[in-house]
Every structure is written in structure tokens, then in C-alpha cells.
T-cell receptor, first 115, second 119 residues
Framework: AQTVTQSQPEMSVQEAETVTLSCTYD???????LFWYKQPPSRQMILVIR??????QNATENRFSVNFQKAAKSFSLKISDSQLGDTAMYFC????????????FGTGTRLTIIP | GAVVSQHPSRVICKSGTSVKIECRSL??????MFWYRQFPKKSLMLMAT?????????EQGVEKDKFLINHASLTLSTLTVTSAHPEDSSFYIC???????????????FGDGTRLSIL
């Protein structure tokens, strides 16, 4: 079974600064996907960014980028030029490449952007 | 973009009542939908995988008779919490992915969730 660990329950950062959220995972699989999801207060969970394990290049989406270290089983999320709207719970998630597309979530990091 | 609608958004009811939660994919077909349970300040725990036209696949420790799942069409899955008790109070979230596409193209889309409170 896979496990996903987010060791930072809460973080806060000043607006416009850069923040990095940590995520580690454990799996015996070689092919899989990793995701970061954002859950704003009382709002829908949305996908922030995803990474295919077979790709060496780190995924980027505008201000969001990841540092994927496959050997270390680490998948951190960097948010640049943070904005007030980035305030949310962030969940790291794992999914096997083959299988029934079940997502395994970490416990989440509550990120607060301070004006 | 793909939209998943979940209804109701909030329900408060007495102990012993059965509660049905609907999950609809509004602009796409979903062969598979997922039901999660989220406790306050906790992660999402997968309860079951809902498969259109067949029985749901439940995760270990989830009572099949307690949480009835029906996926009768490609756009609708329902979760019924039978004889609900206060310990069933939680936030329930569904997700769906468009059928027939590779996962690299289409991620799971989540509903807004249903907050269930059993008195």
C-alpha cells in the first residue's frame, strides 16, 4: 500500500513571498502520478499541478512548480509570488499509473497568506 | 471545464434517518466515481469506488450495508448513509473522471462536498 506524508500541518507566509510545501511518499511502484490539490475554505477541491513519475522534468503551472525527487520519494510544491487567494488546505496525492485510479492523500498543509 | 455537482451541500437530520447524497457529472460521462470522507482538519479517506452498472468496490473497514452506493447512469452516483448515527457526521466528497480518456489528459474532478450532521 502507498502512503503519503505531509509533515507541515500549518504554514504561513507574507503575500508576494515564496513558500514550499513538503510531501514524501512511499511506494514499491515505478510508474505513478503525483498531484497537489488545493481546497479553499468551504470550497471545491481543485487540481493545482500533477507530475508523471516517468518524466524527469519538474512540472510547472504559472506560479506553481514542483521539485520531484523520485529516488528520495519527495514531491514538494513551490508557490512563487504568493497571493491572498492561495490561502487554502493543500493536499499531496499519489495514484498508481495502472489500476483503478484511486488517489491516496496526505494529511494536508494549511497555508495562510498574510496580507 | 468539467463540473461535478454534489447535492445536498449540507444536511442535518436525526439519528436513525437514512440520507442520500447525489454526485453528478454535469458536462461529461463518468464510468467511475469515487466517494471520500473527510474529518475536520484531516485528509480525505477513500470510502469506495463507484462503477457504472456494477457493484461498488469498498475500501477495507467501510461497511457496505451502512454506506450504499448506486451508480445507475454515466452521470450519477448516489451514496446513501443508512440509519445514520452521530459518528457518521462528516464531510463527504465525490469525484469523477471523464470516461474513455487517458489519465494524463483528464484528472479527477471533485464535487463541493456534503456536510452531514447527525443529531
Amino acid at each position: 500500500a502507498q502512503t503519503v506524508t505531509q509533515s507541515q500541518p500549518e504554514m504561513s507566509v507574507q503575500e508576494a513571498e515564496t513558500v514550499t510545501l513538503s510531501c514524501t511518499y512511499d511506494t514499491s511502484e515505478n510508474n505513478y502520478y503525483l498531484f497537489w490539490y488545493k481546497q479553499p475554505p468551504s470550497r471545491q477541491m481543485i487540481l493545482v499541478i500533477r507530475q508523471e513519475a516517468y518524466k524527469q522534468q519538474n512540472a510547472t503551472e504559472n506560479r506553481f512548480s514542483v521539485n520531484f525527487q523520485k529516488a528520495a520519494k519527495s514531491f514538494s510544491l513551490k508557490i512563487s509570488d504568493s497571493q491572498l487567494g492561495d490561502t487554502a488546505m493543500y493536499f499531496c496525492a499519489f495514484m498508481n499509473y495502472f489500476g483503478n485510479e484511486k488517489l491516496t492523500f496526505g494529511t494536508g498543509t494549511r497555508l495562510t497568506i498574510i496580507p | 471545464g468539467a463540473v461535478v455537482s454534489q447535492h445536498p451541500s449540507r444536511v442535518i437530520c436525526k439519528s436513525g434517518t437514512s440520507v442520500k447524497i447525489e454526485c453528478r457529472s454535469l458536462d461529461f460521462q463518468a464510468t467511475t466515481m469515487f466517494w471520500y470522507r473527510q474529518f475536520p482538519k484531516k485528509s480525505l479517506m477513500l470510502m469506495a469506488t463507484s462503477n457504472e452498472g456494477s457493484k461498488a468496490t469498498y475500501e477495507q473497514g467501510v461497511e457496505k450495508d451502512k454506506f450504499l452506493i448506486n451508480h445507475a447512469s454515466l452521470t450519477l452516483s448516489t451514496l446513501t448513509v443508512t440509519s445514520a448515527h452521530p459518528e457518521d457526521s462528516s464531510f463527504y466528497i465525490c469525484s469523477a473522471r471523464e470516461s474513455g480518456t487517458g489519465y494524463s489528459n483528464q484528472p479527477q474532478h471533485f464535487g463541493d462536498g456534503t456536510r452531514l450532521s447527525i443529531l
